[in-house]
C-alpha cells in the first residue's frame, strides 16, 4: 500500500468517537457504533479467557498422561466450547463488524430499534457474567454439548448457572438478529434495492434468520434441562421414562444451525474483501446472495448428521446425509465465485486480502472435511474423533476467524479513524496460518487413527501428532496476541486514516465520513449504482 | 504401530472398506483443493496489481459456470452419499449367525458376558472369520463403543439395546475406546479387544469358564425372581407363556402389534404395564424396574430366547424395534 | 448523545431520529413484532415438540392424565382468554380511533380478564399441589403403571403451562403500562403503535393456549 496519508484540513471533526466523552456516553449510549465497540471489547475479553482455557487443554495434552487432574481437564473443554461458541463465535462478526456496518452500508442513521441494540449487549453481558462465575464457582464439565442424562442426572458441577447463562445470552443473539431483519428490510436508503445489498449484508440477513428461528430451540431446551436437574422427573432420563435422545435433536436442532451463524457472517466479510482487492465486481452476485439464504434454510434440515452413530434410524440418517451433502452446494458456490472474482482482476495483498486468502484455503479444507463426515460410514469410524474436532476447527477458526480479523483489519480505519501497522499485520497473518495449519491439520490424523474426543489422557502412540499440535497451538496464540497489540497501540498512535485507504466501494466508504458521525451521513445518502462497481474510480479522498 | 502411520490398524471386513472409501473421498477432495488453490494462486500472481491505476474491467458472471459448479460438485458428492450409504447399511444390520456376545456400560469400565457364562472387563475376546454381534446396554449415562481398528462405534444409550457387528479378521490386540463422554474416568475408559484364530478361541473359551452360561444364568434368575411359576409351569393363564415367543409377533391389548425382541423382553420385565399381551390384566406381574440390572437383564433376555423354537430366532435386526407398531409396519419390520 | 448531530433533518412528533417518517417508523415495529412473535413460536415449538414425541411413545399414559385435568376450569379459563381477546381487539381500535377514554375502558377490561385467567390457574396449580401431582419426589399417581409417564405429562403441562402463564404475567404487565400511558396521554390516532404491538403479543398468548387447552386438558375424552 503506497497511499500517502493527506493531513487532513477538518482535523478535529466530529465524529461518533468525540462526540461525547465519560462511561455514561458508553454505557447508555444507543449508537450502533458505540455497541459495536462495547461488544468488540466484551468479546476479546471472553476470546482471551476461552482461548485461556484452550492454552491448558493443549498444555495437558503434551504427555499421554495428561498434566491434570481428569475433572480438571474436563472442565477446561467444557468451558472453553461453551465460552468460544456462545460468548465469541456466535456473537462475533454479527454484533461486532455487523453492527457497526450494516446501518452504513445500507444509508441508515441506526439500526431500526438502538436501544433494543443496547439492552441486546447487557444481556450478553450479563449471560457472560452467570457463565463466567459458574467457571470461578468450579466449572462445569458436561461438554459444550450438555447431554443428558450425565448433565441432568450424573454431573455434580454448575450445569444450572452454566445453562442460564447461554439461555441468557440467547436472548441477546435474537435480538441482534431481529433488529438486523427489520434494519434491512424497512431503514435502506433510497436507491439501495434488494439487488444493490453489499454482499456483507446478505449474509447477515441469512444469519439473523436462523438466529430468530434457532435460538429460541435451544433456549427452551435448556429451560427443560435445568428443570429437570432440580425435579429429577425424567424428562431426558431414561431410568424414568424420557429419552436422552430427544435431548439431542433439540440440542442440534439450534446448533446445527449456529454452525452457520457462525460462519455466514465470515462469508460475508469475504464476500467484500476480495472484489475490494481485486478491484473487480463480485462474479455471480445473485449466486453468493441467494447461496447465504440457501444455507440458513437447508441448514435447519441437516441437524440428525449428529447422531448416525446414536440409535437414529437408517433411513431417517440416510436423508440427513443427503441433504448435509446438499448444504455444501451454496458454500461450494461462493467459494467458486471468490475465485471466479479474482480472475482478470487487479489484485493486491493488503492485509486483509491475506486473511481473505487464508479464509478460502482453511474453508476449503474444513468443507471437504464436512463431506467426509457426511458420508455415513465414514462417519460411524470418525464422530466423536479429533477429525472432528480439527474439520469444525478448520471451519470456526481457520474460516470464521479469519474472516473476522480480516475484516477487523479491512474497517479498522473506518472504525478508529487510524491506520495499522501494515508489516506487522501482514507477519501476524502468516504466524496465524502457520500456527493454525500446524495446531489442526495433525488432528485429521489423530482423527483417523482413532482417538476420541475429550480425553484427558490417551494411548502413547498419538503422542507425537499431539505434541505438534500443542506447538502449533503456542504459535497459533502469539498470532492472536499480536494483533491485539499493535491494533491497541494503532488506535491512540497510528497515524489517520484517509477517507477510503483500499479505495473500496460501498457508502461506507463513499458516502459516510471516516470516522464517521453520530448519525454516519452529513447528507442522507442515495444510491445510484449496483455493488461493486470497481470498474468505475472510487474517491480515494 | 508406528506413531506416524496414516491409517489404524486393519483388523476387520469392515476396516478395509471404509480406508477404500475414505481414500477416494480424500482423493476427490485433494483434487478439488489442489483445483481451487492453483486457481487462486494463478490468479493471484498472474492478475497481480501492476500499476495504481488499474481498473479492470466487471465480469458479472456465467449462468453455465454456476451450473457447471453447482450439478459437478453434487454428482460427485452423490456419489461419496451412495457409497457411504450401502456401505452404512451393510454395516448396520449384521447377519445371520452371529456369534452374540453382551456389552454393558458404566462408568467407566465394560463388562462384557459371553453366552458361555464367562465374563470379563475391558476386555473382550473374539474369534477371527466369524460375524459377531454385540448387544449393548448403559447402566448410567451415554457412552460409545468404538474399536478404531474394526472402524466400526456405537453409542450405549440407557434404557434401550444397541447393536453393533463386525467380523474380525487379523489376530491381534486392538484398542476398544469410549467415544461419547461420560464423566470423570471417560479417557480411561478402555480396552482391549483380542482377536484369536478360531482354535485359540475354543481354548481360550474352555479356560475361562464360570459359574454356567449366560442362559443357565438367566434360568437360575428366572427361578429366583420367581417368573418361573407363571410364565412356564402356570398354565391358569394369569400370564403369557413365554414359550415360543421370542421373535413372534406378540398382539397387545390395545389392538397393536409388536415383535418380541430384546427391547421389547426388557421393557416388560421392567415396566410390566406398559404394552400388556392381548387376553391377559394388568397389574398382575411385579414390576421390576430398579430391582435387576443390565447384565442380569441380557442374562434373563438369553434365557428367554433359549424358550423358543432356535428356527425362529433370527429375530430382528434392529434392537430398538421394540416400539409399538401397527400390525402392518410390524410385519415389515420383522422381515429384516 | 447530542441530539443536534441529527443534520438537516426535520422530524414530526414522535418520530424517532433514526426514522424519516412515521409510517417507517410505524411499519418497522410491526415488522419486528412479527418477528419477535415468530421466535415465540419457536420457543414454544421446542416444548410442543417434546409433547409430540412423548404423546407418540406413551399414548395410554398421556390420555389418563388428561382425565386429573380440571376440564371446567380449563374451559372457562379458555372462555375468559377468547373474550380477553376480543376486549384487546376493541381497545386497539379504540386506540386507532384516538378515543382515550374507550381504551382505557378496554384495556383494563382485558387487563381483569388476564387477572382472571390467571387466578384460575393458580387454582388449578394448587389442586395439582394438593394431588401431588407436581413432578419432582412428591409426585404421586394413582394408576401405578403409568407413573413414570404420567410425572413426564405433568413435567411437560408445568413447563408449557408455567411458559404461558409467565407470558400471561408480562402481559398484564404490559397492559398496566399502555393504561398509565393512555391515561397521560400519550396515545393519538395518529400515534398508538404500543397498542398495536401489545395487542399482536395478547392474541398470540391466546392463541398457545388454545393450542395447549385440548393437548393437555381433552386427550383422554374423545374415546
Same mark, same amino acid.
Given at each position: 500500500m503506497t497511499t500517502t496519508f493527506e493531513p487532513r484540513s477538518i482535523e478535529e471533526r466530529a465524529n461518533y468517537l468525540n462526540v461525547d466523552y465519560g462511561?455514561? *456516553?458508553?454505557?447508555?449510549t444507543t449508537d450502533h457504533k458505540r455497541i459495536a465497540l462495547l461488544y468488540l471489547f466484551s468479546i476479546t475479553a471472553f476470546f482471551l479467557i476461552g482461548g485461556a482455557f484452550a492454552v491448558g487443554m493443549r498444555l495437558n495434552l503434551v504427555t499421554p498422561g495428561g498434566l491434570f487432574e481428569a475433572d480438571t481437564y474436563n472442565k477446561l473443554f467444557t468451558m472453553h466450547g461453551i465460552i468460544m461458541v456462545f460468548f465469541f463465535l456466535v456473537p462475533s462478526i454479527p454484533a461486532v463488524l455487523g453492527n457497526f456496518l450494516i446501518p452504513i452500508m445500507i444509508g441508515a442513521r441506526d439500526l431500526a430499534f438502538p436501544r433494543i441494540n443496547l439492552l441486546s449487549w447487557y444481556i450478553y453481558v450479563t449471560g457472560g457474567l452467570f457463565t463466567i462465575t459458574a467457571a470461578f464457582e468450579g466449572g462445569v464439565d458436561t461438554g459444550w454439548t450438555f447431554y @443428558?442424562?450425565? *448433565? &441432568? &442426572?450424573? *454431573?455434580? &458441577?454448575?450445569v444450572i448457572l452454566t @445453562?442460564? $447463562?447461554?439461555?441468557?445470552? $440467547?436472548?441477546? *443473539? !435474537?435480538?441482534? $438478529?431481529?433488529?438486523?431483519?427489520?434494519? !434491512?428490510?424497512?431503514? =435502506? @436508503?433510497?436507491g439501495m434495492t434488494w439487488g444493490r445489498l453489499p454482499l456483507f449484508v446478505w449474509s447477515h440477513y441469512a444469519t439473523s434468520i436462523i438466529q430468530v428461528l434457532g435460538t429460541p430451540v435451544i433456549a427452551i431446551t435448556l429451560v427443560l434441562l435445568a428443570l429437570e436437574r432440580v425435579l429429577r422427573a425424567g424428562i431426558f432420563d431414561p431410568a424414568l421414562g424420557g429419552d436422552p435422545i430427544l435431548f439431542q435433536h433439540l440440542f442440534w436442532f439450534y446448533s446445527h444451525p449456529a454452525v452457520y451463524i457462525m460462519i455466514l457472517p465470515g462469508m460475508g466479510v469475504i464476500s467484500e474483501l476480495i472484489p475490494c482487492f481485486s478491484r473487480k465486481a463480485i462474479f455471480g452476485y445473485n449466486f453468493v446472495a441467494f447461496s447465504s439464504v440457501a444455507i440458513a434454510v437447508i441448514g435447519f434440515l441437516v441437524w440428525g448428521h449428529h447422531l448416525f452413530v446414536a440409535g437414529q434410524s437408517m433411513y431417517a440418517s440416510t436423508v440427513f446425509s443427503l441433504l448435509s451433502f446438499l448444504v455444501a452446494v451454496p458454500s461450494a458456490i461462493k467459494v467458486f465465485n471468490w475465485t471466479a472474482t479474482m480472475y482478470r482482476g487487479s489484485i493486491s495483498f493488503e492485509t486483509p486480502m491475506l486473511y481473505a486468502f487464508g479464509f478460502i484455503g482453511l474453508f476449503t479444507i474444513g468443507g471437504l472435511t464436512g463431506l467426509v463426515l457426511a458420508t455415513m460410514a465414514l462417519d460411524v469410524h470418525l464422530t466423536d474423533t479429533y477429525f472432528v474436532i480439527a474439520h469444525f476447527h478448520y471451519v470456526m477458526v481457520g474460516g470464521m476467524v479469519m474472516a473476522y480479523l480480516g475484516g477487523i483489519h479491512f474497517w479498522f480505519p473506518k472504525i478508529s479513524g487510524r491506520m495499522y501497522p501494515e508489516g506487522w499485520a501482514k507477519f501476524a497473518a502468516l504466524v496465524v496460518f502457520v500456527g493454525f495449519n500446524l495446531t489442526f491439520f495433525p488432528q485429521f490424523l489423530l482423527g483417523y487413527l $482413532?482417538?476420541? =474426543? =475429550?480425553y484427558h489422557a490417551y494411548a502413547p502412540e498419538f503422542q507425537v501428532l499431539n505434541v505438534m499440535s500443542s506447538a502449533g497451538a503456542s504459535i497459533l496464540g502469539v498470532g492472536y496476541l499480536i494483533p491485539m497489540i499493535y491494533l491497541f497501540? @494503532?488506535? =491512540?498512535?497510528g497515524p489517520k486514516a484517509p477517507q477510503n485507504p483500499w479505495g473500496a466501494k460501498g457508502l461506507e466508504w463513499e458516502q459516510s465520513p471516516t470516522p464517521p458521525p453520530t448519525f454516519n451521513f452529513n447528507t442522507p445518502p442515495v444510491v445510484t449504482e449496483e455493488a461493486y462497481n470497481y470498474a468505475e474510480e472510487a474517491p480515494l479522498g | 504401530? +508406528?506413531?506416524? +502411520?496414516?491409517?489404524?490398524?486393519?483388523a476387520s471386513t469392515t476396516a478395509g472398506e471404509v480406508d477404500a472409501l475414505y481414500s477416494f473421498v480424500i482423493t476427490v477432495s485433494v483434487i478439488m483443493t489442489i483445483l481451487i488453490f492453483s486457481c487462486v494462486f494463478l490468479f493471484a500472481i498472474r492478475y497481480r496489481r501492476r500499476s495504481g491505476n488499474e481498473r479492470p474491467k466487471a465480469i458479472h458472471g456465467s449462468l /453455465?459456470?454456476?451450473?457447471?459448479? +453447482? /450439478?459437478?460438485?453434487?454428482?460427485?458428492m452423490l456419489v461419496f452419499f451412495a457409497w457411504g450409504t450401502k456401505l452404512y447399511y451393510k454395516n448396520y444390520v449384521p447377519p445371520e449367525n452371529t456369534l452374540d456376545l453382551y456389552v454393558t456400560g458404566k462408568q467407566w469400565m465394560w463388562k462384557v458376558q459371553y453366552p458361555g457364562g464367562q465374563r470379563e472387563i475391558n476386555e473382550l475376546h473374539v474369534p477371527t472369520g466369524r460375524p459377531v454381534k454385540l448387544t449393548l446396554a448403559s447402566e448410567d449415562v451415554i457412552h460409545s463403543f468404538y474399536v478404531p481398528a474394526f472402524r466400526i462405534k456405537h453409542d450405549v444409550v440407557p434404557g434401550q439395546y444397541e447393536t453393533l457387528w463386525f467380523q474380525a479378521t487379523t489376530p491381534g490386540r486392538y484398542h476398544i475406546f469410549c467415544a461419547e463422554y461420560c464423566g470423570t474416568g471417560h479417557a480411561t475408559m478402555g480396552g482391549w479387544v483380542t482377536v484369536l484364530d478360531p482354535v485359540a478361541y475354543e481354548a481360550w473359551l474352555s479356560g475361562g469358564a464360570s459359574g454356567g452360561s449366560m442362559q443357565e444364568q438367566g434360568e437360575k434368575l428366572f427361578q429366583q425372581y420367581g417368573c418361573v411359576t407363571c410364565h412356564v409351569l402356570d398354565q391358569k393363564g394369569r400370564c403369557p407363556s413365554l414359550r415360543n415367543v421370542f421373535g413372534h409377533a406378540v398382539a397387545l391389548d390395545d389392538g397393536r402389534t409388536v415383535i418380541a425382541d430384546e427391547a421389547y423382553v426388557r421393557e416388560s420385565i421392567l415396566n410390566p404395564n406398559e404394552k400388556v399381551v392381548a387376553g391377559y390384566k394388568r397389574d398382575i406381574m411385579p414390576v421390576f424396574q430398579g430391582q435387576i440390572g443390565e447384565e442380569g437383564l441380557l442374562q434373563l433376555i438369553v434365557y428367554i430366547k433359549s424358550l423358543s423354537n432356535p428356527a425362529s430366532t433370527g429375530a430382528v435386526g434392529k434392537a430398538v424395534s421394540g416400539k409399538a407398531v401397527s400390525g402392518k409396519s410390524a410385519t415389515k419390520g420383522s422381515t429384516k | 448523545m447530542a441530539e443536534t448531530d441529527a443534520g438537516p433533518l426535520v422530524h414530526a412528533a414522535g418520530v424517532r431520529h433514526h426514522f424519516d417518517t412515521a409510517e417507517q417508523q410505524f411499519e418497522s415495529a410491526t415488522l419486528g413484532m412479527w418477528v419477535f412473535l415468530l421466535t415465540e413460536i419457536m420457543f414454544f415449538g421446542g416444548m410442543f415438540g417434546s409433547y409430540t414425541v412423548y404423546r407418540n411413545m406413551y399414548p395410554d399414559a398421556f390420555a389418563s392424565t388428561s382425565h386429573f385435568m380440571n376440564v371446567t376450569l380449563g374451559g372457562i379459563n379458555t372462555a375468559v382468554l377468547i373474550c380477553s381477546s376480543f376486549t384487546m381487539a376493541l381497545a386497539v381500535r379504540a386506540g386507532q380511533l384516538g378515543s382515550k377514554k374507550t381504551l382505557i375502558l378496554f384495556l383494563i377490561l382485558t387487563l381483569v380478564l388476564g387477572c382472571v385467567f390467571l387466578s384460575i390457574k393458580y387454582v388449578e396449580y394448587h389442586e395439582k399441589w394438593v394431588d401431588h401431582h407436581v413432578p419432582g419426589p412428591e409426585f404421586r399417581y394413582a394408576d401405578s403403571r403409568y407413573f413414570h409417564h404420567a410425572q413426564i405429562l405433568f413435567f411437560l403441562y408445568f413447563a408449557m403451562t408455567g411458559m404461558h402463564a409467565l407470558h400471561m404475567i408480562v402481559g398484564v404487565g404490559l397492559l398496566t403500562t399502555l393504561i398509565v400511558m393512555a391515561a397521560r396521554n400519550r396515545f393519538s390516532a395518529t400515534w398508538y403503535t404500543p397498542v398495536e404491538m401489545i395487542g399482536l403479543y395478547w392474541h398470540f398468548v391466546d392463541v398457545v393456549w388454545i393450542f395447549l387447552f385440548p393437548l393437555l386438558y381433552l386427550i383422554g375424552h374423545t374415546a
Open positions: 462511561w455514561k *456516553s458508553w454505557l447508555f @443428558a442424562p450425565f *448433565s &441432568t &442426572t450424573y *454431573s455434580n &458441577t454448575h @445453562a442460564m $447463562g447461554v439461555f441468557v445470552a $440467547g436472548f441477546s *443473539s !435474537i435480538l441482534t $438478529g431481529l433488529n438486523f431483519i427489520i434494519t !434491512i428490510h424497512k431503514m =435502506r @436508503a433510497p $482413532g482417538m476420541p =474426543r =475429550r497501540w @494503532a488506535w =491512540r498512535h | 504401530m +508406528s506413531g506416524l +502411520s496414516l491409517f489404524p490398524p486393519n /453455465v459456470l454456476e451450473i457447471a459448479w +453447482s /450439478v459437478i460438485p453434487f454428482a460427485i | -
